[in-house]
T-cell receptor, first 113, second 114 residues
Framework: GESVGLHLPTLSVQEGDNSIINCAYS??????FIWYKQESGKGPQFIID?????DKRQGQRVTVLLNKTVKHLSLQIAATQPGDSAVYFC????????????FGPGTRLSVLP | DTEVTQTPKHLVMGMTNKKSLKCEQH?????MYWYKQKAKKPPELMFV???????INESVPSRFSPECPNSSLLNLHLHALQPEDSALYLC?????????????FGPGTRLTVL
């Protein structure tokens, strides 16, 4: 079946270091991807998105890279802070009018002092 | 206003009870979603409404009954639930088409079925 997955279920980084969270997807028709951050007791919060016609997109301290050849998505967080500790999900959607977002299993990021 | 609100925040119900979850957004989004999220798992899509009409039902048991009274409101009616239905129920909304399809999520309703 089509799925979105992550290579690492947990990631621990030192405060101030850069974090890289990976995501693999298998639906070649997916053309829109979102990274979400979910803190304990809260709903997912949008971080950054990217469309399939792009390879890279940057936000504030975050960068998303898309490699369509190997169906791989990554989220880079620069100068990781304690407030970045959360579970990060990638989600994919196929088609401009599709509404079916499929979430990956998630990566828990822990920032060490 | 870029907020999706959900009520109640917490709900405890017995297996014979009938209850409803409510969701509201005022961003003019014409797509609204219900997700179920178990602990340490990603959100799983349950239902999608487009222009107030049910467009996707991911084979959800009939004890869950969604309703979209208008473009701003989304309800989830619950009846005869099972303990395994205990989860965080998330509502989300998005534009239906166009460049930005990002979903905005509410904080969720934590449901416990006894």
């Amino acid at each position: 079946g089509e799925s979105v997955g992550l290579h690492l279920p947990t990631l621990s980084v030192q405060e101030g270091d850069n974090s890289i969270i990976n995501c693999a997807y298998s639906n070649s028709a997916s053309d829109y991807f979102i990274w979400y951050k979910q803190e304990s007791g809260k709903g997912p919060q949008f971080i950054i998105d990217i469309r399939s016609n792009m390879d890279k997109r940057q936000g504030q301290r975050v960068t998303v890279l898309l490699n369509k050849t190997v169906k791989h998505l990554s989220l880079q967080i620069a100068a990781t802070q304690p407030g970045d500790s959360a579970v990060y999900f990638c989600a994919e959607k196929a088609g401009n009018y599709g509404q079916n977002f499929v979430f990956g299993p998630g990566t828990r990021l822990s920032v060490l002092p | 206003d870029t907020e999706v609100t959900q009520t109640p925040k917490h709900l405890v119900m017995g297996m014979t009870n009938k209850k409803s979850l409510k969701c509201e957004q005022h961003m003019g989004h014409r797509a609204m979603y219900w997700y179920k999220q178990k602990a340490k798992k990603p959100p799983e899509l349950m239902f999608v409404y487009s222009y107030e009409k049910l467009s996707i039902n991911e084979s959800v048991p009939s004890r869950f009954s969604p309703e979209c009274p208008n473009s701003s409101l989304l309800n989830l009616h619950l009846h005869a639930l099972q303990p395994e239905d205990s989860a965080l129920y998330l509502c989300a909304s998005s534009q239906l088409a166009g460049v930005k399809n990002e979903q905005f999520f509410g904080p969720g309703t934590r449901l416990t079925v006894l």
